[in-house]
């Protein structure tokens, strides 16, 4: 038996998981992170990290490492796919006095993951074991344990409190009977992710948004392992269709063609497809045990709100760890946590993603010709248009969660 009653566990170890491991760490809390791969998966799935979240990065000392790995994004362009042309552009500088970082950086989310891994070997008091998968959950009075497989076996490990980051299918919620409330789509993203140079070729910036009433697509560009960059294009797709139909050469070229069409076959570095939900568990604090990520909460990723919030999840929950932990509050002071990330989840991160995917997929006409008309007039006026940069880039979420509790 691993005990430390005055030790917190981390289940998970994303960037999320890592991230909560390195606040908790800087200011002396003693942490242990079981995660049950054998290492840092290289997952690209996520990879806009918005001005709110560089905030929080800046102050944990990660932003300089995850610019340098990064592209520094400033605008986002909305398109009308069918008719060609840019709709709506906003430029995240208009945010200057609201915040210290008014741009995006496009870091992708196994990176940031790596940072804080790296920055946790400063701090004696943490540690990262992988192929310790969690089995069980027993919580109690004064402490929660853990019953874990590794490859020497079974052990059980005992801490103060326990951080569930585990994802979508969250062990520690499934243990603690949280439900998971919500719908899955009945369809999925695929991503294509490829070097052909958008920017150049069709006028492209970081950040497009293309609306189409039959099929939309988000088309970004990442900084892969350096220069020139990836673009990763996402569109939806039929459940119907099979993984292995959706990943084959044929189907691949011919989406990416319909959609951007060009002399020549796209060289295609890697493909991926998942399903898509909009869930929030029922509570994200059960006693001494709290969920984080993907394990509270998931979204679609039009928006880029999944990792973001995570992020914040990750902080706001260290932050009130910190102060139980030192004794300036009582167990009680979790629920705020529970009270702010859960609110914020349900009142702005899922309305907002779901409303994203509305705008773009919109097949009635005269609707579709509102949404369009309606973004193009917000760009054009600077304070609409700082409002609704106050909300893509999460910052209205975050300082509304600190007026709650």
């Not at 208009?94 to 008014?102: G, V, W």
């Not at 189409?212 to 294009?233: C, H, I, M, T, Y």
């Not at 007039?377 to 248009?385: S, Y």
């Amino acid at each position: 038996m691993t005990e430390s009653k005055n030790k917190i566990l981390i289940v998970g170890a994303g960037p999320v998981g890592l991230i909560a491991a390195l606040k908790l760490s800087q200011s002396g809390v003693p942490v242990t992170i079981l995660e049950k791969e054998s290492t840092l998966l290289d997952d690209p799935r996520a990879a806009t990290t918005h001005p709110a979240t560089l905030e929080m990065l800046s102050e944990l000392g990660m932003l300089e490492e995850a610019e340098k790995q990064g592209l520094v994004c400033d605008e986002m362009y909305f398109w009308d796919r069918p008719k060609g042309k840019i709709i709506a552009k906003f430029n995240h500088r208009i945010l200057k006095d609201q915040t210290k970082f008014p741009y995006v950086v496009q870091c992708e989310q196994y990176k940031l993951a790596k940072i804080a891994l790296k920055m946790l070997d400063d701090y004696p008091n943490s540690e990262v074991l992988f192929s310790h998968e969690v089995t069980a959950v027993n919580q109690k009075s004064d402490q929660v344990e853990l019953d874990v497989n590794n490859t020497n076996g079974s052990s059980k490990f005992v801490g103060s409190f326990v951080i569930g980051c585990d994802g979508g299918k969250s062990v520690i919620r499934k243990f603690s009977e949280i439900e998971f409330d919500g719908f899955t789509y009945p369809e999925r993203f695929v991503v294509y992710t490829t070097p052909f140079d958008f920017e150049t070729a069709r006028g492209c910036c970081y950040r497009n948004y293309y609306a189409d009433p039959v099929e939309w697509s988000n088309l970004f560009k990442v900084s892969g392992n350096g220069p020139p960059g990836l673009w990763r294009a996402v569109f939806p797709t039929d459940m119907k269709q099979s993984d292995k139909e959706v990943m084959r050469e044929e189907f691949v070229q011919q989406k990416m063609q319909k959609f951007f069409p060009k002399s020549g076959d796209y060289e295609i570095i890697h493909r991926n497809v998942y399903t898509i939900n909009q869930r929030v568990a029922s509570k994200f604090r059960k006693g001494r045990i709290l969920l984080a990520g993907d394990s509270a909460h998931l979204n679609n990723s039009i928006g880029g709100m999944g990792l973001n919030g995570g992020i914040h999840d990750a902080c706001n929950a260290a932050e009130k760890l910190i102060s139980v932990w030192r004794g300036a509050s009582n167990i009680d002071y979790l629920d705020t946590y529970d009270l702010q990330r859960r609110t914020i989840t349900h009142e702005f991160t899922q309305a907002q993603t779901i409303a994203n995917k509305k705008r773009l997929e919109a097949k009635d006409p005269e609707t579709r010709e509102k949404n369009l008309a309606e973004l193009a007039a917000t760009a054009e006026d600077p304070k609409r248009a700082e409002n609704f940069l106050l909300n893509s880039s999460m910052l209205s979420a975050v300082r509304r969660a600190a007026t709650l509790g």
